[in-house]
């Protein structure tokens, strides 16, 4: 017997439309809805990156000594690949250059460590006499500034003071000051041990971290994928540190050639710190000129005399700055300006003197692993020059 239409199964009869309500009348399969989804995505990248930014505050002790020792590490890689040519395995080869590294940080420490730290320590008598070699050089700025600080007392008390009248001064020590530098250097020095023998762990491991990181992949275009990016990273951050190393050492032994001819007291020092300074953009040229310009006020009796060390390293830096490095990383590295300064503040007042050494590393790193991954493109693009 046929059936009828009227006698029909009900799901044959009903129409495409009519079924779609009754799909949405199913709570588990209703999909959700695209307005709120953004929202909700937007809160949770915010929050996750207010969680990172707390945790690498509050936990710097110990990760900032494994970030600055994969930096060493991934700057002293084209030294390990040079050793592996040679035929050295790659623990001896770790241990040799682990010795190099101990060696130049005892030599450094002698020759400028110790001085600086002596130079340091006497700083209220060193200010003192910068202000008795200034009044001798500039005589006549000194009396115009007297002239005004009497116009200003007559002016509050109405009556000329004595100038044979002598105010009695009180001298305070804080006996504190000193303990909390004895207790910066303990933690410096321990931190830096904590470096050195993170650099050499991970320097003689070679590649395992990355060989472990490919078996925990699960398909192998993410395999692919994770050793394009770590290899990039270590490219980029190696060939800039590396770069940057060999320019401002090159930069401070000029610097110390020229302190020396000029008559500086301990130019090795000095150019061991002009160095130094050099690795933070922007701040630290600018703080080791007025170092500079101090010192030659302090060492010398002639305007001519004290302007020579400043004048020196001005030139050294105006001939980096705009020649030096723009020729030698200026065509891989295009970064932007801006982004280099903003992340200078974010790390200096994130981790300090040590986060801005390693401001501008961590933003070739982000930049290199922003260009292989197509959903952060536009980070690249907008932290590239």
């Not at 623990?91 to 590294?101: G, H, Q, R, W």
């Not at 401070?252 to 500086?264: I, L």
């Amino acid at each position: 017997m046929m059936l009828s239409e009227r006698d029909a199964p009900s799901s044959r009869r009903r129409s495409p439309a009519a079924a779609e309500p009754a799909l949405g009348e199913r709570g588990d399969h209703a999909p959700s809805s695209p307005k709120n989804q953004p929202k909700a995505s937007s809160v949770q990248v915010a929050v996750l990156v207010l969680a990172v930014i707390t945790c690498l505050y509050f936990g710097r002790a110990v990760i900032l000594p494994v970030v600055l020792a994969f930096m060493a590490a991934a700057a002293l890689k084209p030294v390990m690949r040079l050793l592996g040519r040679l035929h050295i395995s790659k623990i001896p080869a770790a241990l040799l250059i682990f010795s190099v590294m101990v060696a130049v940080l005892i030599v450094g420490f002698v020759q400028a460590g110790r001085p600086a730290m002596a130079w340091i320590d006497e700083g209220p008598q060193h200010m003192a006499d910068l202000r008795t070699h200034v009044q001798k050089l500039f005589p006549g700025a000194v009396r115009m500034s007297q002239a005004v600080t009497a116009v200003g007392d007559l002016s509050v008390t109405g009556e000329k003071k004595d100038p044979r009248e002598k105010v009695a001064t009180v001298e305070i020590r804080d006996p504190r000051s000193s303990a909390s530098f004895l207790d910066w250097t303990e933690t410096f020095l321990a931190g830096l041990g904590e470096v050195m023998v993170l650099v050499y762990l991970l320097l003689a491991s070679g590649d395992m971290f990355l060989t472990k990181l490919i078996r925990v992949m699960p398909t192998h275009r993410e395999k692919r994928r994770a050793v394009e990016i770590c290899h990039e990273v270590q490219v980029q951050v190696s060939n800039y540190l590396f770069s940057v190393s060999l320019i401002n050492i090159a930069l401070g032994a000029a610097a110390g050639v020229g302190f020396f001819f000029c008559g500086v007291p301990r130019p090795a020092m000095w150019g061991v710190i002009v160095a130094l300074l050099n690795f933070v953009p922007y701040f630290g040229p600018v703080a080791g000129l007025i170092l500079v310009g101090a010192l030659g006020l302090l060492t010398f009796d002639t305007v001519s005399a004290a302007f020579m060390p400043f004048l020196w390293y001005l030139f050294l830096h105006l001939v980096e700055a705009n020649f030096i490095t723009p020729i030698l990383l200026g065509r891989r590295f295009t970064l932007n300006p801006v982004a280099i300064f903003i992340s200078l503040m974010f790390w200096l007042w994130l981790w300090g003197i040590p986060g801005a050494l390693i401001s501008v590393p961590l933003l070739v790193s982000i930049k290199a692993v922003c260009d292989r991954v197509p959903k952060a493109n536009f980070v690249s693009e907008f932290i590239s020059r």
